[in-house]
């Protein structure tokens, strides 16, 4: 079955304790990306990549890193989460190479940052 | 500026009512992709229609029908006799080329919580 898979689904943490969230899809999609979604602002990207070993910044880059190793793997950092980074996030590929086609989203990891 | 604008945030109809979603961009380039996405109460996202900027033509899938209009940058979604399974926050996206870059940015607009009573 044609998946994207996040992991964990639900997490609390504690303010600067690093914290990693999985993702993995099973499409051979290039593109790949990382979205907040937050109560009146919609969904909001935070980085993106084209293809292995190529990421770039979305919208709200600031406080997260990711890394691009193999094409399925897309992992979302937070180095030192603070509270402001409580959201639910989405994990999207695509099979436009250039982010043009339809997106498949994971099922959505909600973090909150204590 | 926002590049899609929502301008409808909650729109609560009875069931059987047609109901219009809102959705305006705005970009400069000539190549571009328009989007649906709906979220059922259940979280996921689930993809409904692309479009790109060279084809105007409407688009209709049983219930669903989108308005696509250059003119007013309007790309607008209809469902007709609503049902409360369409209760959902529907979200229009917009994807342009980034910076000449060669990749697509995609850009949600904020959503529209659409609550269908029975």
């Known amino acids: 079955e044609a998946q994207v898979t996040q992991n964990p689904r639900y997490l609390i943490t504690v303010t600067g304790k690093k914290l990693t969230v999985t993702c993995s899809q099973n499409?051979?999609?290039?593109?790949m990306s990382w979205y907040r979604q937050d109560p009146g602002l919609g969904l909001r990207q935070i980085y993106y990549s084209m293809n292995v070993e190529v990421t770039d910044k979305g919208d709200v880059p600031e406080g997260y890193k990711v890394s691009r190793k193999e094409k399925r793997n897309f992992p979302l950092i937070l180095e030192s989460p603070s509270p402001n980074q409580t959201s639910l996030y989405f994990c999207a590929s695509g099979s436009g190479a250039t982010g043009t086609g339809e997106l498949f989203f994971g099922e959505g990891s909600r973090l909150t940052v204590l | 500026a926002q590049k899609v604008t929502q301008a409808q945030t909650e729109i609560s109809v009875v069931e059987k009512e047609d109901v219009t979603l809102d959705c305006v961009y705005e970009?400069?380039?000539?190549?571009?992709?328009l989007f649906w996405y709906k979220q059922p109460p259940s979280g996921e996202l689930v993809f409904l229609i692309r479009r790109n900027s060279f084809d105007e033509q409407n688009e209709i899938s049983g219930r669903y029908s989108w308005n696509f209009q250059k003119s007013t940058s309007s790309f607008n979604f209809t469902i007709t006799a609503s049902q409360v399974v369409d209760s959902a926050v529907y979200f229009c996206a917009l994807s342009e080329e980034d910076s000449g870059a060669g990749s697509y940015q995609l850009t949600f607009g904020k959503g529209t919580k659409l609550s269908v009573i029975p």
């Open positions: 499409m051979n999609h290039e593109y």
């Open positions: 970009t400069r380039d000539t190549t571009y992709y």
